[in-house]
Each structure stands twice: as structure tokens, then as C-alpha cells.
């Protein structure tokens, strides 16, 4: 850790972060990442923290005195403010982000993602301290093709399709579309951050993940969370996978999305937690444009790789289509397309993601099987023998 340098070559000295969500998919590749190559130190905020256990545990780890774990409800907790206070920057990552819950919980959904980041927001900017705060890609909505006739060459123009912090529309469905609830709360909130950035002062870095995926994302439905709840779809789908039954393609599985390795994406942060010049003020897409798929080639290709990392033989019927309105329910409506641009984001902290998709899932479900198969059997073997 020795003689570690900024990009413009300075020294980068120790800091203290009060990671919000600290406890969640992204929060603890963070926290691995900060304590295993950096000297800074992690207040850890979160409802729950199993998924960092492994670092808070046990006291002769090289980096306990470098990791705290408060377990706050950031809704209603007055040691917020205190904990902002002791640290030179806050990254919020706490939110309801499963689509599965933004038109089935839309006043949980809103809550979460704006009122709730309200206070943290106002607490940096009254403090003079440094926000890092996760939105999300959802918030460029659709694309401006998807409203071009089907057949419309111009479909293939980037023009009509590529996601620019900068330039790109944010394109949300109708209301009754309560999908969108989500969306829509980060883009309000987003511009509340960028309003007290240009009136107040407040020095920010706002994130918009593209489908940030690996290890430790959601849970397996009746294994570490409910039966009945829907993850994201690498978590469905690894579900469908280690039970053998088919992977259920949503309207087809004819949505596109570009997926990034986990560890990709935590470098990219680390570049913006330690080069506040280069990142200050600025929005950034951190995302794989190299790796697009339909939901259905993303279905086929866990596919494949499942049966190479498990040396289980696929399904004969690897698929089954099923419509939003039954897995969702009422009110969903999806992104068609997201392919990130990459120009901010490479121009002031030179960042680019490296992992190939098969590659990714390669390490994500070799991950899966070694975690899950085993609780999997006995859960079925149980359900077979009631
Ligand atoms: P996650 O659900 O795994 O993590 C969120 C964490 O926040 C959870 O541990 C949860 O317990 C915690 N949290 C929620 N409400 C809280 C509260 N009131 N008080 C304290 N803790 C609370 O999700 P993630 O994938 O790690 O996402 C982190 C952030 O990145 C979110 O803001 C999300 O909207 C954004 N994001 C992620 C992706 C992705 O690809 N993973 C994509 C777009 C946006
Ligand atoms: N999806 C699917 N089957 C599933 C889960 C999700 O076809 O079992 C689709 C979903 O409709 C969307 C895409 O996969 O088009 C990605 O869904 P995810 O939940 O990961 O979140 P999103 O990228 O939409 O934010």
C-alpha cells in the first residue's frame, strides 16, 4: 500500500468514508476492495451485514481497526448526521433497486430512493463534505430509437440508441407505468445533488450503474431471502439454473442490456473515491458497451456456462416465455436498450471495463454452484420428501 499516487501523481493520503448501504451487492465489493488495497477507513451503514461479514470478523483480520458496522435504518436515525460528519466523504448506495418492487411497492420505491437520500444529501452539502451518490442507468428510461418504426434504419444509428450523461433525454413511460416510480425518484434526486453542487457548493460525483453484476448479487428465493421474491435477472436466472427448470424469458427476452463484471465496475469507483479533482462535479455512465446481449442470449449463454461450471447436462427445454403482466405484474414496462457512453468517464479518470461477458459469468456461476448447489438439493430433497 506503500507509496500509493493519485493519476496526477500526488500522494493519495488516508481517508474516512461513510459507506451508506455498505451492506448490500455493491457496498461489499467496496469494502473488500478499500480494506484488501487502500489505507482508508469504512464507517459501514446498514440494515443488515451478511454479505460483509467476512470483513467485520474476527478481530484479527489486518484491517479491523479500519471497518466499523452501525447498524442504522437511515429513514429514521439521528446518528446519520454525526457519522457524515466524521468522514471526508459519504457514499450513498442505500435504495430499493429490484424492479420486481417498483410497481408493486411504488411508495417504498419513491421513499427509498428519494425522500430517504434527501437528509444525506443536505447533511454533506450543510457540512462541507463530499457526496459520492449511486443512481442508476434507468434514468436515461428508454432509448430514442425504441420509438422509431420497427424497420427504421436509423435503428441502427448510434445516434438513437447511445446513453450520454450529457446530451441523452431521460424517457420515462406514462404513470400508470409505475415501473418507472424508481426512475424517476434518482432522476429527482440527481438533480437535487447537481442544484446544490451549482448553488450551494456541494463537491459530488453521481454513478450511473449499467447492470453492475458478480458474486453476492441479491439472493437465491427460499435459500437467503423469501420464497416468493424476484431478484434481478442474474439471480433469477442462476435460481432456474441451480434447480434445473427453466429460465422464464420476460415478454419474449427481447430487452437488451450490457452487463458488467463486478470488479470492473469497483475500480472505476475507486478511481472517483481517490481522484476528487478528476471526479468532483461530474455524472458518470460506468458500464461495458462491448457487453450486449437480448435477455434471451443472456438466458442461452448462462446456459452453457452453468453446465460447464457444474458438469450438469442443460435442460432440454432451457427456456419457457412468460408475460411481464404474470411475473411482474400490473404497471411494468422495460428499458429496451443500454449501451453506456463512454467518454466522461475515460476522459477524466481514464477508466475502462476489461471482463468479457462468458468470462464473468464464468466466475459469478462457478460462485453460485460452490454457494448455493448444495443448499439447493436439500432444500428440494425436503419439498419432495413433505
Ligand atoms: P443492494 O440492494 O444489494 O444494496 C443496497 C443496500 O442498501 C442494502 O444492503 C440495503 O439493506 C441497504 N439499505 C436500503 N435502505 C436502507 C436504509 N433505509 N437504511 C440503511 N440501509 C439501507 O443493491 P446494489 O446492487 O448494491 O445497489 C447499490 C446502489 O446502486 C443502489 O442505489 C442502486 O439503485 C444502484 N444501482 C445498482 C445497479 C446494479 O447493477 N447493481 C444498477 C443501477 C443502480
Ligand atoms: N428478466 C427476465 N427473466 C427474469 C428476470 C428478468 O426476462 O427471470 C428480464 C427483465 O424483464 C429485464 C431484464 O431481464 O428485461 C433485466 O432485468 P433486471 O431485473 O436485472 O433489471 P433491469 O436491467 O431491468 O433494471
Avoid at 493519485?6 to 461489499?28: K, R
Avoid at 435504495?95 to 454533506?124: E, Q, W
Avoid at 404474470?326 to 411494468?332: D, H, L, N, T, V
Wanted: proline share 6%; glycine share 6%.
Amino acid at each position: 500500500m506503500a507509496g500509493r499516487v493519485d493519476l496526477d501523481g500526488n500522494p493519495i493520503n488516508p481517508i474516512t468514508i461513510c459507506m451508506i448501504g455498505a451492506g448490500g451487492f455493491i457496498g461489499s465489493h467496496l469494502c473488500e476492495k478499500l480494506m484488501s488495497e487502500t489505507p482508508h477507513k469504512v464507517l459501514a451503514v446498514d440494515v443488515y451485514n451478511d454479505k460483509i461479514k467476512h470483513l467485520l470478523e474476527p478481530a484479527t483480520l489486518t484491517w479491523a481497526d479500519r471497518i466499523q458496522f452501525h447498524r442504522i435504518n437511515i429513514k429514521n436515525d439521528s446518528r446519520l448526521e454525526g457519522l457524515i460528519k466524521m468522514a471526508d466523504l459519504t457514499i450513498n448506495l442505500a435504495a430499493i433497486c429490484t424492479p420486481a418492487d417498483y410497481n408493486t411497492r411504488p411508495l417504498d420505491t419513491i421513499y427509498s430512493n428519494f425522500i430517504d437520500a434527501l437528509p444525506v444529501v443536505k447533511y454533506c452539502s450543510e457540512n462541507g463534505k463530499r457526496l459520492i451518490h449511486f443512481s442508476t442507468c434507468e434514468v436515461y428510461g428508454k432509448t430514442i430509437g425504441a420509438f422509431l418504426p420497427k424497420d427504421s434504419p436509423l435503428r441502427q444509428d448510434p445516434a438513437y440508441y447511445v446513453l450520454k450523461e450529457d446530451a441523452s433525454p431521460c424517457i420515462f413511460g406514462s404513470i400508470e407505468k409505475q415501473r418507472w416510480s424508481y426512475a424517476c425518484a434518482k432522476q429527482l434526486i440527481e438533480r437535487l445533488i447537481y442544484a446544490e453542487g451549482a448553488e450551494n457548493g456541494l463537491e459530488f460525483t453521481i454513478v450511473r450503474p449499467f447492470n453492475w453484476i458478480g458474486p453476492r448479487m441479491d439472493f437465491i428465493p427460499g435459500i437467503d431471502g423469501p420464497s416468493e421474491g424476484v431478484p434481478r435477472v442474474l439471480a433469477c436466472f442462476s435460481n432456474n439454473l441451480l434447480r434445473r427448470e427453466p429460465l422464464k424469458l420476460v415478454d419474449g427476452g427481447e430487452s437488451q442490456r450490457t452487463f458488467i463484471y463486478i470488479k470492473d465496475a469497483i475500480e472505476a469507483v475507486l478511481l472517483m473515491i481517490e481522484n476528487p479533482a478528476r471526479a468532483n462535479g461530474h455524472i458518470f455512465n460506468v458500464g461495458n458497451p462491448n457487453n450486449e446481449v437480448t435477455v434471451r442470449q443472456l438466458a442461452e449463454m448462462m446456459t452453457q456456462v452453468y453446465s460447464k461450471v457444474s458438469g450438469e447436462s442443460s435442460l432440454e427445454t432451457p427456456t419457457i416465455d412468460v408475460s411481464s403482466k404474470e411475473f411482474y405484474g400490473e404497471g411494468y414496462d422495460d428499458s429496451d436498450k443500454r449501451i453506456p457512453d463512454m467518454t466522461i468517464i475515460n476522459k477524466q479518470l481514464g477508466w475502462n471495463p476489461k471482463t468479457s461477458l462468458w468470462d464473468l459469468l464464468e466466475s459469478t456461476l462457478t460462485y453460485q454452484h460452490r454457494t448455493y448447489a448444495e443448499a439447493i438439493k436439500q432444500a428440494m430433497s425436503k419439498t419432495t420428501a413433505n
